[in-house]
């Protein structure tokens, strides 16, 4: 969430804070993290691994792995625009000062197919 705590784009995060109370999700934007705690670290880690395991299923996929959100949108764009990219992880989207990741973007006949990858 580093541009978003830099007050520069709204994340998925930010937003369903701030629909339950905007004056948290303004604190989430404008001040610095707190350090987490061991369950936070411990949730943080267990993410990854589900993360790691979904990937295995998409063979031809290409993860998405850039220090900023800009960066890692204009690689995503370049990989769509390829018609050999068939399988994108992570695949980040910046409109109108709002930032949004895909967890699995499958290219489909039609266009592209999204998988929302979730632990439980």
Not at 30 to 38: A, I, K, N, R, Y
Not at 80 to 108: H, I, M, N, S, W
Request: proline letters at 4%.
């Amino acid at each position: 969430m580093e541009d978003a705590a830099a007050g520069k784009h709204v994340t998925k995060e930010v937003f369903l804070e701030a629909r339950a109370c905007h004056t948290h999700g303004w604190y989430i934007r404008h001040d610095p993290p707190s350090e987490p705690s061991v369950a936070d670290l411990f949730r943080m880690q267990e993410g990854m691994e589900i993360h790691e395991r979904a990937r295995r299923l998409f063979d031809s996929g290409i993860l998405i792995r850039q220090p900023s959100l800009a960066l890692a949108a204009e690689q995503t764009a370049a990989l769509l625009k390829d018609p050999e990219t068939q399988c994108l992880f992570e695949a980040t989207f910046l409109v109108d000062g709002y930032a949004t990741k895909a967890d699995v973007l499958q290219r489909v006949e039609d266009g592209w197919g999204l998988v929302e990858v979730k632990s439980n």
